[in-house]
């Protein structure tokens, strides 16, 4: 089954989302294989965003995500990557629409809140480079009502 790298940031945290973040995923029917709080470093969220290193707003998104700890997620289901991405809305919340995580709660594209991966490429790297030891391998009772 396909998964997805999600992380609440920095703003997302302080602003008290996670909780409200976490059951717009759940509710869908997705469901949560990894979940971490932590605080990262500069080097680390250098990695994590290096297909954006020339990119002239680099430093201020390093320094965004280093700006407090994040919420790091693992979630699998059907399409999760492209669903994800249309739970998150557009990178700027300025055309993200309502309903969307970042049309609801976000003003500004260097505080738009979450991360999703954006090909089930990426989501295995991201999934490697935040998760090393591995995710949670289990299955929810509720499959079978969700999925035909
Ligand atoms: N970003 C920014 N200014 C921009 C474009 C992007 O500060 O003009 C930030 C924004 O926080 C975005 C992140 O860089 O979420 C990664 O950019 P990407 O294009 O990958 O957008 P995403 O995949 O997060 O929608
Ligand atoms: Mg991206």
Do not use: C
Request: charged share 25%; no cysteine; proline share 5%.
């Amino acid at each position: 089954m396909e998964q997805t790298f999600i992380m609440i940031k920095p703003d997302g945290v302080q602003r008290g989302l996670v909780g409200e973040i976490i059951s717009r995923f759940e509710k869908k029917g997705f469901s949560l294989k990894g979940l971490k709080l932590m605080s990262v470093e500069r080097p680390f969220a250098e990695k994590h965003y290096e297909d954006l290193s020339s990119k002239p707003f680099f430093e201020g998104l390093v320094d965004y995500i280093i700006s407090g700890p994040v919420a790091a997620m693992v979630w699998e289901g059907k399409n999760v990557v492209a669903t994800g991405r249309k739970i998150i809305g557009a990178t700027k919340p300025s055309e993200s629409d309502p309903g969307t995580i970042r049309g609801d709660f976000a003003v500004e594209v260097g505080r738009n809140v979450i991360h999703g991966s954006d090909s089930v490429e990426n989501a295995k790297k991201e999934i490697a480079l935040w998760f090393p030891d591995g995710t949670v391998n289990w299955q929810s009772s509720l499959h079978s009502w969700i999925y035909e």
